[in-house]
């Protein structure tokens, strides 16, 4: 690369000194370079860009033309695997070579792979939490809230034959949007209810199974909406024990008695507190 | 890796031949030993920047991670609605700008300053043309159906209760992507400005090209994940 030298000797001689080292404390300067691209390989790594492009579109085209003129599904994790391995490859080649990570120092890679060790954290770790709701209780499988419209699948069909619904907005009635939702309940984030409400209407359960996997987690008290006392019913009122100096209940709702009528006796207790003295 | 087209520095004006602006009159700040030093720390401060900029999209990633995971119904017929020939266009658009960008640094390096000018004139071009794509032929049109996030979804036709969400998280993420779009093409407005003006950019001085150039790369491998993810997987 001897043009960066020719600048540099040309630039000492135009202006007495050299800019690149204006204080000439790094009299070796020359001996480092900076990479210049050849443009016959950013040229190539274009045409490799498109050509994937082109690829990811053909993968996603000959997918859905096996589907419907064969009738062949592929499973979807064919689907996403095909897409994202070709935009992971597309990645790696703008930052190695437009980006020129690879002619780069070193610490800028390392920087972009702490970030995304990072990034894997976030979407790992929200991945296992999201998968892995219905091993502590089954009633967070599947679909888990209504979304963010408040009106979820069970809002009336537009048609005769259910395929079309209506659009999902939010309808309060007129009604300010946190008394409507408190009214018809769409605010209760507690899934527990939910699948209450969910186990009370399918058929092919009862709500003592229902109870059975509520109390399985939360067996120290019995639940307010538990009408029927499946607590007892179950036979886990025998759970129900109290805090001791040896060991600590986790404990959810109000302390037994605590509004219970009690007669204190302050003038009692008064004179007891003097007698200390 | 110089070749034979390589070697045609640019003659200099006698009008900016004295000015401070000029490539070979600039030099590194007095903190800096050299101005390699300065480049260095420049371009690690914008990796970091970018890196920052990646944990932005990130949240936008896991977002529609989450929801997929929640809400496949939703997810697959969102990306239907999508029709894959403008993502797949601005896709070849924003590859096209990026080499373009990488073209104006290797030219800034090479002191060749009239293709440096064109090469950024023909980044801000495709910049304007991927906006306009998403404006013409898919906000408008979508909006213009009632395809709209959240609330003001009013889309007669939907098939699950949650493809607002999916068009919050659409809006959101080509809206957020677009942004960065504009704003690269604002800052590779501004290095136009100087190179034309005082050609402040070429063998020892051009740390602002390469930064506006890693800003531009890093838009274009956003929207390299975004495309599929939006248009192609369903």
């Known amino acids: ?277 | 890796m110089s070749t034979m087209t390589d070697t045609n520095p640019t003659d200099v004006p006698q009008s900016i031949l004295k000015s401070p602006k000029h490539w070979r009159n600039r030099i590194a700040g007095h903190h800096w030993r050299s101005g390699d030093e300065e480049f260095d720390a420049a371009k690690l401060g914008m990796w970091l920047f970018l890196t920052t900029e990646v944990l932005l999209f990130a949240g936008i990633f896991c977002g529609y991670a989450v929801f997929r995971m929640m809400y496949p119904e939703a997810w697959a017929n969102g990306s239907h609605y999508l029709d894959w020939r403008f993502g797949a266009a601005n896709t070849a658009v924003l590859l096209l700008s990026s080499w373009t960008a990488a073209n104006a640094v290797r030219c800034a390096q090479l002191d060749k300053q009239f293709w440096l000018r064109v090469n950024i004139i023909v980044t801000i071009a495709c910049a304007a043309l991927f906006i306009f794509i998403k404006l013409k032929f898919e906000y408008m049109v979508k909006l213009g159906q009632g395809k709209a996030p959240g609330t003001f979804f009013s889309y007669p036709h939907a098939h699950d209760a949650h493809e607002p969400l999916w068009w919050s998280l659409y809006y959101i993420g080509t809206g957020i992507h677009a942004l960065h779009v504009v704003i690269g093409a604002a800052l590779f407005g501004v290095v136009l400005y100087y190179a034309k003006r005082y050609q402040a950019y070429g063998p020892t001085q051009y740390t602002l090209v390469e930064n506006a150039a890693l800003y531009w790369h890093l838009v274009d491998l956003v929207w390299i994940f975004l495309f599929p993810l939006l248009y192609l997987i369903h």
Not at chain 1, 16 to 28: A, S, V
Not at chain 1, 60 to 85: C, D, K, Q, T
Not at chain 1, 149 to 172: H, I, Q, W, Y
């Open chain 1, 1 to 277: 690369m001897d043009y960066t030298e020719h600048t540099k000797a040309e630039n000492v001689a135009q202006l007495g000194w050299d800019p690149e080292d204006p204080h000439g404390i790094n009299p070796h300067h020359g001996e480092h370079h900076h990479f210049i691209a050849d443009w016959r390989m950013q040229v190539g790594v274009l045409a490799i860009l498109l050509f994937f492009t082109f690829l990811t579109v053909a993968f996603f085209r000959v997918e859905v033309w096996a589907e419907v003129a064969f009738g062949i599904h592929l499973p979807g994790w064919v689907n996403i695997a095909g897409a994202m391995s070709i935009a992971t490859i597309k990645g790696i080649l703008v930052a190695a070579f437009f980006m020129q990570l690879k002619y780069d120092k070193v610490l800028n890679t390392f920087v972009l792979l702490f970030c995304l060790l990072c990034v894997g954290l976030f979407l790992g770790f929200s991945m296992i939490d999201l998968g892995s709701r219905h091993l502590v209780n089954p009633m967070a499988a599947g679909e888990i809230s209504t979304g963010g419209t408040g009106v979820g699948l069970n809002s009336a069909p537009a048609d005769e034959d259910f395929s079309v619904r209506m659009s999902p907005k939010v309808n309060t009635q007129g009604m300010g949007i946190i008394y409507e939702a408190r009214l018809t309940g769409t605010d209760n984030k507690d899934h527990h209810y939910w699948g209450l409400e969910k186990f009370r209407n399918d058929p092919n359960h009862s709500e003592a199974e229902f109870w059975e996997i509520h109390y399985g987690d939360h067996a120290t008290h019995r639940d307010p909406m538990d009408e029927h006392d499946y607590f007892t019913q179950l036979g886990f009122g025998h759970h129900a024990e109290e805090s001791d100096a040896n060991k600590s209940r986790g404990r959810t709702g109000m302390t037994p008695g605590i509004f219970s009528d009690v007669a204190v006796d302050d003038h009692g207790a008064h004179d007891s507190h003097d007698d200390g003295h």
